[in-house]
């Protein structure tokens, strides 16, 4: 995708002089690496967003997707590595496994059994999540949250057949959820942590991690990339 005939791509992040912040998520104190003003120009970005061709996500994203200025991720991975090391303790090369501008539109009433539930993205703990907001007014952030059967926040390999083998048990007896974005304590999760969205603010955590969208009820949906919560996603792998 490209943006308006003959404009040059949004510079890519300077991270030099960024705020870094380390939080924990939970009672398995999960580390939340947050960065703040973390693109040096992130109106810039917006606007290539508004020229981007946005198609419908895969993967049960709730929305639509675009592809990134070239560069984005250039200036700002060594500093992305730093931070995860700090963080995670992963110290080895960073990958960019895929990464997209993002907008979550789907209604309510259209949501997937799965995109009403907390999830995970990846199971192994090189995989790393990012997320950068972009919307002025903060808007919708990211929740984390605690299976209360299992009392798991991750679930990694080792969980995975149980977590899912005990979930598929509640769903079946319990019935689906409601239709409805994951919006606090449930009946199946308890709600463990919320990063709060914020202006040209990324986050780092692990893909283990179960979260999801802090997106209210309220929320207006738009799929235009000025008025939605436009963010830039992406899955790293860190060595």
Known sequence: DRGAAGAAPPAAPMMAAMPVRIETIGDEAQPLCILDDFAPDPDALRGFAATAAFEPALHHYPGIRAALPPGYFDAAL??????????????????IIDASFSIVTTPPAALGIAQRLPH????????????HYLSPEGGDGTAFFRHRS?????????????????????LRHR????????????????????????YNRALLYRSSNLHSGAISPEAALSPDPRQGRLTITAFLSIG
């Open 78 to 95: 060594p500093a992305i590595a730093e931070a995860a090391a700090r963080a995670f303790a992963r110290t080895g090369p960073v990958t």
């Open 120 to 131: 995970v993205d990846a199971f192994t703990p090189d995989r790393i999540a990012f997320i």
């Open 150 to 170: 299992t009392g798991f926040e991750t679930v990694t390999e080792e969980r995975r057949a149980l977590y899912f083998r005990q979930l598929d048990t509640e």
């Open 175 to 198: 019935g689906p959820p409601p239709a409805a974005y994951v919006a606090g304590d449930t009946a199946l999760f308890a709600q463990a942590h919320v990063a709060e969205a914020r």
